[in-house]
């Protein structure tokens, strides 16, 4: 492999460590709309959007999703200071500018909610271009690293997107990128379809170190 024009960073589970919280706080949301959501596996609900969750693990009316989805928005920016990084995130973001590397970021999550966190820790310069759910109202698929890479002119061959789900690393691979998968949530296995994978961003910085040596 060799280092990677641009690399292309998701946000839940892959910057900031909230998966877990954002299914708990779900379900404090769904109770007053009468919904309530099986017990489910990391895996089956991260990478996804709330309507999706909704959609496929419950019975409820769908004209309250959308509701829902907005009333999970609101809470997860007012509660989204509270959370970690992932480890070792902004010395790969140094390591990444210091070669030269672009640094975009795909998500679906809407754009105040994470400018607003990535302000916070002082890491929102690093990225040069970003693609939200604000932008991109819909579950994540390929289009949304298309989108960049089009945008750049950059071949899918030397993108390298970071993932921490299965949906996630599918549709990057998809898009014809290089998927590397991390063990926030999930272990190898859930994530062996990724081209490689990392328990976090100081492996993957040391991944990379090695390829420009």
Same mark, same amino acid.
């Given at each position: 492999?060799?280092?990677?024009?641009?690399?292309?960073?998701? #946000?839940?589970?892959?910057?900031?460590?909230?998966?877990?919280?954002?299914?708990? /706080?779900? /379900?404090?949301?769904?109770?007053?709309?009468?919904?309530?959501? &099986? &017990?489910?596996?990391p895996k089956d609900f991260i990478g996804k959007r709330v309507?999706?969750?909704?959609?496929?693990?419950? /019975?409820?009316?769908?004209?309250?999703?959308?509701?829902?989805?907005?009333?999970?928005?609101? #809470?997860?920016?007012?509660?989204?200071?509270?959370?970690?990084?992932?480890?070792?995130?902004?010395?790969?973001?140094?390591?990444?500018?210091? /070669?030269? *590397?672009?640094?975009?970021?795909?998500?679906?999550? *809407?754009? &105040?909610?994470?400018?607003?966190?990535?302000?916070?820790?002082?890491?929102?310069?690093?990225?040069?271009?970003?693609?939200?759910?604000?932008?991109?109202?819909? &579950?994540?698929?390929? =289009?949304?690293?298309?989108?960049?890479?089009?945008?750049?002119?950059?071949?899918?061959?030397?993108?390298? *997107?970071?993932?921490?789900?299965? =949906?996630?690393?599918?549709?990057?691979?998809?898009?014809?990128? *290089?998927?590397?998968?991390?063990?926030?949530?999930?272990?190898?296995?859930?994530?062996k379809i990724s081209n490689e994978v990392f328990k976090d961003h100081a492996e993957i910085?040391?991944?990379?170190?090695?390829?420009?040596?």
């Amino acid at each position: 492999m060799k280092i990677p024009k641009c690399v292309i960073f998701d #946000f839940n589970g892959v910057i900031v460590i909230n998966d877990r919280k954002r299914l708990q /706080n779900l /379900n404090r949301i769904v109770k007053k709309y009468g919904i309530k959501i &099986p &017990p489910i596996q990391p895996k089956d609900f991260i990478g996804k959007r709330v309507a999706e969750t909704l959609e496929q693990y419950t /019975n409820g009316n769908p004209k309250y999703f959308h509701k829902i989805a907005e009333e999970m928005r609101v #809470f997860e920016r007012g509660k989204i200071l509270e959370y970690p990084m992932v480890r070792g995130i902004k010395g790969l973001l140094k390591f990444l500018k210091k /070669n030269n *590397v672009r640094i975009y970021l795909s998500t679906t999550s *809407v754009r &105040p909610t994470v400018e607003k966190f990535l302000k916070h820790k002082g890491i929102l310069s690093y990225f040069d271009f970003m693609i939200t759910g604000s932008e991109f109202p819909m &579950p994540k698929d390929e =289009k949304f690293f298309c989108a960049i890479l089009d945008r750049f002119g950059i071949k899918p061959k030397d993108a390298v *997107v970071i993932e921490d789900s299965i =949906k996630g690393i599918e549709a990057a691979k998809k898009a014809g990128c *290089v998927a590397f998968g991390l063990t926030t949530y999930l272990n190898k296995k859930d994530l062996k379809i990724s081209n490689e994978v990392f328990k976090d961003h100081a492996e993957i910085k040391k991944f990379l170190d090695r390829i420009i040596m």
